[in-house]
């Protein structure tokens, strides 16, 4: 049976066998209300008359009419969104694209299926479902927040760093964390990283806020290290930093202040992000590099400089982009590309972390393609930092389950 009730489902497909094949399906896993379409147009005049709208709907790609395709773009501009299944009989790189161009539209994609179907494909794709779905925030519904409040924010140490778990693949210890910027707002509550870093950019602020995060990151290093538990630390560096003259001298202070060794930092650098002054940026970075600290190229894969950027900056970790390891473990095209990133890193010899890993299936894809840390919901959300020595004894007591099974193979 299925984790959620749906209580009534929408099957779009121009094939009349296929549709009472999925409403089979759906009523043994406990579905009572369903309704069918022939097609995107009639689907979209079925849903101007429904009093109760879809939980979920499922729908074909290759259709006369209106096909699948066209369809979602109409349930977009309608703003009508309800968790979509897409079922189809081609390869599954269109299938792939599909989803990711319904990620982009900003609706909700429970999985993007080969045909026939099957109750254990459909259940694999409704892990993600929730009965209870809110639809995406607009970014007008979001809070606004200015320069002003930005840089009080950071004079008053509003922002702070939360950190998420870094483990390693093969046995699932803790190895390291993440500081992430979180914003703490006195009316507006958690103001998402997206609204206020980019405003921190453009304001000129993005420096000050990076020299926070660091000096906080190191503060808790130093900490844990009294406790006995050495971690990595890794903190984001904004690339308009580094061609302020004497940053990475900032940054050597900083970590004599906390009487840190350099290599217990990484410092991540975004793909694409040193444009700007290139002599200056570089200058910063082999010096930082020269210091021991680690360097990690971040987001990789996203943008379209990876292999000038591996060749022109000493890097000494690759940090693979969610996008190409949410999924993986079912669409070919992602784990070809996985697989070449960390082969190249390999040759490199350069330590790969996974980030974006939430689900167990992806885990495993992991461990067997030789991944050397993971990172993502699976493990553990971005957290306060005392909450981690309460997350850590619940960890322990689930390594069982991330440990490779028996007669996995070694990498």
Request: hydrophobic content about 45%.
């Amino acid at each position: 049976m299925m984790p959620y009730t749906i209580e009534t489902l929408l099957i779009v497909d121009d094939s009349s066998l296929q549709r009472l094949h999925t409403v089979g399906l759906m009523r043994e896993l406990g579905v009572e209300m369903i309704y069918e379409a022939g097609d995107g147009q009639e689907a979209l005049d079925l849903l101007a008359l429904l009093k109760l709208p879809p939980s979920l709907v499922i729908v074909d790609l290759e259709m006369p009419g209106m096909d699948g395709v066209e369809f979602i773009q109409h349930l977009q501009e309608r703003k009508l969104n309800f968790p979509i299944i897409v079922a189809s009989s081609r390869e599954t790189s269109l299938l792939a694209s599909v989803e990711t161009m319904i990620e982009a539209l900003g609706m909700h994609v429970l999985g993007a299926l080969q045909k026939p179907l099957n109750q254990e494909k459909i259940l694999g794709a409704l892990k993600s479902f929730d009965g209870n779905l809110a639809l995406p925030a607009k970014d007008d519904a979001l809070p606004s927040v200015c320069e002003t409040e930005l840089a009080a924010a950071i004079r008053n140490g509003d922002i702070v760093a939360f950190y998420q778990p870094k483990v390693d693949i093969r046995t699932g210890m803790l190895k390291g964390v993440e500081a992430l910027a979180r914003w703490m707002h006195p009316t507006n509550g958690m103001v998402p990283p997206d609204r206020f870093i980019p405003l921190a950019e453009q304001s000129g602020l993005i420096h000050e806020l990076t020299l926070s995060m660091l000096t906080q990151a190191m503060a808790q290093a130093a900490l844990w290290n009294e406790r006995g538990l050495p971690l990595k630390v890794a903190v984001n560096l904004s690339p308009l930093s580094l061609d302020i003259p004497g940053f990475a001298q900032k940054i050597v202070d900083l970590l004599a202040q906390h009487d840190l060794q350099a290599d217990q930092m990484v410092l991540e650098i975004t793909e694409g992000s040193v444009v700007a002054n290139l002599g200056m940026a570089l200058g910063t970075l082999a010096r930082l590099r020269l210091k021991g600290f680690g360097l990690s190229i971040d987001d990789y894969g996203t943008g379209f400089s990876s292999m000038q950027q591996l060749a022109r900056i000493p890097f000494t970790e690759l940090k693979i982009d969610r996008s190409f390891v949410h999924g993986a473990h079912s669409r070919q095209n992602l784990r070809v590309i996985l697989q070449s990133a960390l082969d190249m890193a390999k040759r490199l010899e350069l330590v790969t972390v996974a980030e974006g890993i939430e689900t167990i299936e992806d885990w495993r894809l992991l461990q067997e393609s030789g991944c050397s840390i993971g990172q993502g919901y699976l493990i553990a959300r971005p957290m306060p930092a005392n909450d981690l020595p309460v997350w850590l004894k619940g960890h322990h007591r689930r390594l069982g389950e991330l440990r490779p099974l028996a007669g996995s193979a070694e990498t």
